[in-house]
């Protein structure tokens, strides 16, 4: 069996390795790109979210590779993200593919299922039982550095004095966790990517806006599908916090939900299971307003209902709580140009409202 994943952010080395270390061939998709999203959209419905014709083309472009099982994930609550499996499934095989798909459910959620799922996944093994604890922790060891590493890029990218040089060097970090496999070389990865990480020459005396990123986890983790939101806003010199990482995701979901302020911080404006990141989109909005940010960007898919409920109550936020909102709403005629654009004047309108609210300060104080 030669089996395949969704790609997702800087998650692929983690899954590569988990499933080639349990026994599979495994066919790392390529990284979305304009063809991915072409083929997705060629033969998903037409309603369909961005992530879903993404993931659609990318499973298209690895099966073109030899790929005959898809290993993905399920869901929760209203979010048609839980039927996707079953969907792609359905138009995988009337377009002819004979494919197995094993989809892993939250197993906080549905136990039954994700137990079905992984002794599933587990029957092409061809290592011995006793070996898996260690197989799945140095992929979750694996999975956290990278987030590690990933987050200390964001910080430093805001000050870096060579534009683009924090990006080059976590190219680099991202190739040397590819390779490492042990838990010696995962811990000299890490330590290798930090030391880089922290040469990059930095202008550390810039006071940059703070802008926090929410909404859907695949829009908000892919680059592609966001057209890169984060790093170009941190190189317009915008210190930016992403509310979701893979590995905090999977410990809410698949060791323990600690998302207990994030939900008590929405429910004066959103008590209800929305399905999503609905009701976290509002409650990082009100934590990111207490915690002093600049402004909050709402990345969406186009007809997503989680993140449409959302922004239909994050206005009320803006007002309350006196934190400026955008949203962003993605899908395969969204433009770079035009994200760009909203962007930029986003930004300026943040500097400017900064700049009177320091002003008025500055009069009280004298």
């Keep these: 069996m030669r089996i395949t994943f969704p790609y997702m952010g800087n998650s692929p080395p983690v899954f590569k390795q988990i499933l080639s270390e349990i026994g599979y061939d495994v066919v790392v998709p390529p990284p979305p790109s304009k063809r991915t999203l072409d083929l997705g959209t060629k033969y998903a419905p037409e309603f369909a979210c961005i992530p879903f014709k993404i993931l659609l083309g990318s499973y298209l472009e690895a099966i073109d590779l030899g790929a005959d099982t898809i290993v993905s994930t399920g869901g929760v609550g209203p979010c048609r993200a839980g039927y996707y499996g079953e969907l792609h499934r359905g138009i995988l095989n009337d377009l002819g593919y004979d494919v197995t798909i094993i989809i892993i459910e939250p197993p906080l959620r549905h136990p039954t299922q994700f137990l079905q799922a992984i ?18 922790w140095r992929g979750w060891l694996k999975l956290n550095a990278i987030d590690h590493v990933e987050k200390t890029s964001h910080d430093i990218r805001p000050f870096e004095i060579n534009k683009g040089e924090t990006t080059f060097v976590f190219r680099q ?7 490492a496999r042990s838990r010696a070389e995962i811990k000299q990865a890490t330590e290798n990517s930090l030391r880089k990480l922290s040469a990059i020459p930095q202008d ?3 006071e940059p806006l703070k802008i926090g990123l929410i909404g ?6 892919e680059p592609f599908a966001n057209h890169d939101v984060q790093v170009k806003l941190e190189e317009m010199g915008v210190l930016v916090d992403r509310s979701i990482y893979l590995a905090e995701w999977t410990r809410n979901n698949a060791i323990k939900n600690r998302e207990y302020e994030v939900k008590r911080a929405a429910e004066p404006f959103l008590s209800e299971l929305v399905g999503g990141h609905g009701r ?8 990111y307003a207490q915690q002093g940010f600049d402004g909050v960007i709402q990345l969406a898919p186009f007809a997503c209902i989680p993140e449409i409920v959302a922004k239909s109550i994050l206005p009320y936020v803006s007002r309350k709580l006196n934190i400026p909102v955008m949203t962003l709403f993605l899908d395969e005629q969204t433009g770079e140009g035009g994200i760009r654009t909203r962007l930029e004047a986003f930004v300026d309108m943040l500097g400017q409202r900064r700049n009177k609210k320091e002003g008025q300060l500055a009069c009280v104080g004298t």
Excluded at 119 to 136: A, G, M, S, T, Y
Excluded at 173 to 179: S, Y
Excluded at 216 to 221: A, D, G, P, S
């Design 119 to 136: 002794k599933l996944l587990l029957n092409e093994r061809k290592v011995p039982l006793w070996k898996l604890p260690d197989i799945f």
């Design 173 to 179: 970090c991202m190739e040397e966790f590819d390779v």
């Design 204 to 206: 550390r005396s810039r």
């Design 216 to 221: 859907e986890i695949y829009v908000v983790l």
């Design 280 to 287: 976290n989109s509002i409650g990082e909005t009100v934590l």
